[in-house]
């Protein structure tokens, strides 16, 4: 007779693995993260609205990504810039 299938390693669950508040605390780090990433963005923005004044010195990225996206109306590109940014840092 063969034993059963286990889901999880017998005396773990996915409670004791996290803790009550595992869940808690990869929630905070995912908010803190995000607010981190709109900082980087907010500075060049505030500075010169995203013109990239003197001689794109400032056009970060971002700052690239929502022109596309947002200011001249451009989603296809804004849309393709952050995907191809991920499949860059992937391979």
Known sequence: MRP???TEPPGESSDQY???DGYAVIFYNLITSLVGLLQYF???WILNQGSGYPDGTTRF???QFY???FTFQNMGTGRRL???CLLSHWL
Do not use: F, N
């Open 4 to 6: 059963p299938i286990l």
């Open 18 to 20: 996290y803790g009550s």
């Open 42 to 44: 907010i500075v060049p």
């Open 61 to 63: 990225y971002m700052v």
């Open 67 to 69: 022109k596309q996206a």
């Open 82 to 84: 952050p995907g191809c």
